[in-house]
């Protein structure tokens, strides 16, 4: 167990819909990342929160947002879902923003879009 | 060309073997990472490398940073490191290679 969670574990909807991720970071990490893993893509950094405020964007999409909150939970909102939205969406966290620092892997929330 | 190539995509193993994954990347990197991802899908983080080697248990990482090159040894296999073996480059986001999807048959 990695000490971080996330939920839903599984969400199943529809395309054009809106879905919320959630995410709690190891307890003392500031530093919180979303990850993308999809069948055609494999793994994709999507975007790191530190303490509140964004730090890195990567391949993330417009339709797609996200933020961490005082309590250094996150969510990761996607919006108007296709078919090609469906993925295994990982956080993970870490310390602090060092690229040395060990990031640590939640389990995974799966989506599916019909 | 992807940034991070591993290979082999597959392996299939008897237990007891001695394992080796290769990793190539093609950008500056500050770190690199091996991950274990099992069938249930979580992720685990088994090294962090910038230089050198490390020993965890049955398992050793090396990196050779002018040849841009990493490898994960794996000795004495058995079928409990069935997984798929990550290899990740901080340049500075994470960037991932596809995977090697390791079975170890008993």
């Known amino acids: 167990d990695s000490g971080v969670t996330q939920t839903p574990k599984h969400l199943i909807t529809a395309t054009g819909q809106r879905v919320t991720l959630r995410c709690s970071p190891r307890?003392?990490?500031?530093?919180v990342y979303w990850y993308q893993q999809s069948l055609d893509q494999g793994l994709q950094f999507l975007i790191q929160?530190?303490?509140?405020?964004?730090?890195a964007k990567g391949n993330i999409l417009e339709r797609f947002s996200a933020q961490q909150f005082p309590d250094l939970h996150s969510e990761l909102n996607l919006s108007s879902l296709e078919l090609g939205d469906s993925a295994l969406y990982f956080c993970a966290s870490s310390t602090g923003t060092s690229e040395y620092n060990e990031q640590f892997f939640g389990p995974g929330t799966r989506l599916t879009v019909l | 060309k992807n940034e991070v190539e591993q290979s082999p995509q597959n392996l299939t193993a008897q237990e007891g073997e001695f394992i080796t994954i290769n990793c190539s990347y093609s950008v500056g990197i500050s770190a690199l990472h091996w991950l274990q991802q099992h069938p249930g899908g979580g992720i685990v983080s088994l090294f962090m490398l910038s230089s050198g080697k490390k020993k965890h248990g049955r398992l050793i990482a090396t990196i050779n940073i002018q040849e841009k090159h990493s490898s994960l040894h794996i000795t004495a296999s058995h079928p409990r490191d069935s997984a798929v073996y990550i290899c990740?480059?901080?340049?500075?986001?994470?960037?991932f290679g596809a995977g090697t999807r390791l079975t170890v048959k008993p």
């Open positions: 990740a480059v901080r340049s500075p986001d994470m960037r």
């Open positions: 307890s003392g990490d500031l530093s």
């Open positions: 929160y530190y303490n509140g405020e964004e730090r």
